[in-house]
């Protein structure tokens, strides 16, 4: 659904449309993008810019609903191997450390 569509009765915007909110409420200026991955692989990380909290996107063209290098085929699109959302998210998530306000530790 990475452009939107219908399905089941129901609209869904495309993965940019459901976003931007996001870039809006982190007062984000712009966008950059680059290639990641092979070449001619069809992965495109997008950065919004000049925000006050960071905001990416990576697309994977003809990707569907697939969780990027992985090795069991869930369906739905293209895997790729050379790129990893496992460690992409982890990346992501170890540098922007938020404050935790889970129960204290003993």
Same mark, same amino acid.
């Given at each position: 659904?990475?452009?939107?569509?219908?399905?089941?009765?129901?609209?869904?915007?495309? %993965?940019?449309?459901?976003?931007?909110? $996001?870039?809006? *409420?982190?007062?984000? !200026? &712009? =966008? +950059?993008?680059?290639?990641?991955? &092979?070449?001619?692989?069809? %992965?495109?990380? @997008?950065?919004?810019? &000049?925000?006050?909290? /960071? %905001?990416?996107?990576? =697309?994977? *063209?003809?990707?569907?609903?697939? $969780?990027?290098?992985?090795? %069991?085929?869930?369906?739905?699109?293209?895997? @790729? +191997?050379?790129?990893? *959302? =496992?460690?992409?998210? $982890?990346?992501?998530? &170890? /540098?922007?450390?938020?404050?935790?306000?889970?129960? !204290?530790? +003993?």
């Amino acid at each position: 659904m990475r452009k939107g569509g219908h399905r089941q009765g129901e609209d869904y915007p495309g %993965v940019r449309q459901w976003i931007q909110p $996001w870039a809006e *409420a982190s007062g984000c !200026a &712009r =966008t +950059k993008e680059r290639q990641v991955g &092979r070449k001619g692989e069809g %992965v495109v990380r @997008t950065q919004w810019t &000049r925000c006050d909290a /960071s %905001v990416e996107l990576y =697309t994977v *063209a003809d990707g569907g609903h697939v $969780w990027p290098g992985e090795v %069991v085929y869930s369906g739905g699109g293209y895997v @790729t +191997k050379d790129f990893s *959302a =496992t460690n992409t998210v $982890w990346d992501f998530f &170890r /540098s922007h450390p938020g404050a935790t306000q889970g129960p !204290a530790q +003993k």
